[in-house]
């Protein structure tokens, strides 16, 4: 039977406060496991490789899986991120480059390179769409997983709506370009984006109407990947709420929002469409 895994970002857990001191990591791990989670995805580069496996008890002592957003500023820096992989038994690595060739035609040797590296360290190994990053948007992104057809991607949507300022409602073309994505899409994110910012509060009503684009999605997505997946494959979908500046901050540096309540309602919407689309199976079968 098919699963669905709801990881929170250990990036997002940061509080970057003017008045709140950051929790320690053990602190940031219980708090995880108490509400639920599956797991934890971290984002290291190779630098931080020993502060990320001193993690290594506190995944086992909570009970955490382990999902990793790895961040390689060379192309040799991928063997060493794919060991540390391997040291926490992450179920996936996400590569989110800081290696940019201009043309996607260049990035072709530098991604199968890492794709062959991580089948030599026996890891999964998807390519996410950031900007500032290899994949930089989405024309960009397009073009590569045409030229790379086996490469599998991590979906986080609001860069695409940032990078191309989409507008609602979404447009029969750029509809047809993130179903493109969704079908390539092996993971997704948990963020809402509008055309201006990268991060919006989702409970604000001038925002509902990207909260129903993005859930609109979300469900598509993972429809897509129900239907090409195995009966016992599980799905990873990763609530990653990021900290100031990330989340907008008033005239005070005090976030407008709470994100951590913010994660737990996204959380509960993936469940329910993950709900919603196995009830959809069911009535199909029978």
Same mark, same amino acid.
């Given at each position: 039977?098919?699963?669905?895994?709801?990881?929170?970002?250990?990036?997002?857990?940061?509080?970057?406060?003017?008045?709140?001191?950051?929790?320690?990591?053990?602190?940031?791990?219980?708090?995880?496991?108490?509400?639920?989670?599956?797991?934890?995805?971290?984002?290291?580069?190779?630098?931080?490789?020993?502060?990320?496996?001193?993690?290594?008890?506190?995944?086992?002592?909570?009970?955490?899986?382990?999902?990793?957003?790895?961040?390689?500023?060379?192309?040799?820096?991928?063997?060493?991120?794919?060991?540390?992989?391997?040291?926490?038994?992450?179920?996936?690595?996400?590569?989110?480059?800081?290696?940019?060739?201009?043309?996607?035609?260049?990035?072709?040797?530098?991604?199968?390179?890492?794709?062959?590296?991580?089948?030599?360290?026996?890891?999964?190994?998807?390519?996410?769409?950031?900007?500032?990053?290899?994949?930089?948007?989405?024309?960009?992104?397009?073009? #590569? /997983?045409?030229?790379?057809?086996?490469?599998? @991607?991590?979906?986080?949507?609001?860069?695409?709506? *940032?990078? &191309? =300022?989409?507008?609602?409602?979404?447009?029969?073309?750029?509809?047809?370009?993130?179903?493109?994505?969704?079908?390539?899409?092996?993971?997704?994110?948990?963020?809402?984006?509008?055309?201006?910012?990268?991060?919006?509060?989702?409970?604000?009503?001038?925002?509902?109407?990207?909260?129903?684009?993005?859930?609109?999605?979300?469900?598509?997505?993972?429809?897509?990947?129900?239907?090409?997946?195995?009966?016992?494959?599980?799905?990873?979908?990763?609530?990653?709420?990021?900290?100031?500046?990330? #989340? /907008?901050?008033?005239?005070?540096?005090?976030? @407008?929002?709470?994100?951590?309540?913010?994660?737990? *309602?996204? &959380? =509960?919407?993936?469940?329910?469409?993950?709900?919603?689309?196995?009830?959809?199976?069911?009535?199909?079968?029978?």
């Amino acid at each position: 039977m098919q699963q669905l895994k709801i990881f929170q970002s250990f990036w997002a857990m940061e509080l970057r406060s003017p008045d709140r001191p950051e929790r320690s990591y053990e602190e940031t791990f219980r708090m995880v496991s108490e509400a639920g989670y599956d797991g934890m995805c971290i984002d290291p580069s190779v630098e931080e490789i020993p502060k990320f496996s001193s993690l290594k008890p506190l995944y086992a002592e909570y009970g955490l899986g382990c999902m990793i957003n790895a961040f390689p500023f060379e192309t040799g820096d991928m063997q060493a991120l794919y060991g540390l992989a391997g040291e926490l038994n992450a179920a996936t690595v996400n590569i989110i480059s800081g290696v940019m060739p201009i043309r996607p035609e260049d990035a072709v040797p530098v991604i199968r390179q890492w794709m062959r590296e991580a089948d030599d360290a026996g890891q999964t190994v998807l390519f996410e769409t950031h900007r500032d990053s290899l994949l930089n948007d989405l024309y960009y992104t397009l073009q #590569a /997983i045409d030229l790379v057809p086996e490469m599998r @991607l991590c979906a986080d949507l609001s860069h695409f709506v *940032v990078d &191309r =300022e989409m507008r609602e409602p979404i447009c029969e073309r750029d509809q047809g370009y993130i179903e493109s994505i969704l079908e390539r899409s092996d993971c997704f994110q948990g963020r809402v984006a509008n055309r201006e910012q990268v991060q919006i509060q989702i409970g604000f009503p001038q925002h509902q109407e990207w909260v129903g684009i993005f859930r609109s999605w979300w469900k598509e997505g993972m429809r897509r990947w129900r239907k090409r997946n195995a009966d016992d494959a599980t799905l990873i979908f990763l609530c990653e709420l990021g900290p100031p500046p990330y #989340a /907008i901050t008033d005239g005070n540096r005090r976030e @407008l929002s709470d994100r951590w309540e913010e994660a737990l *309602v996204i &959380r =509960e919407w993936a469940r329910g469409i993950w709900q919603e689309l196995e009830k959809e199976d069911q009535e199909n079968n029978d």
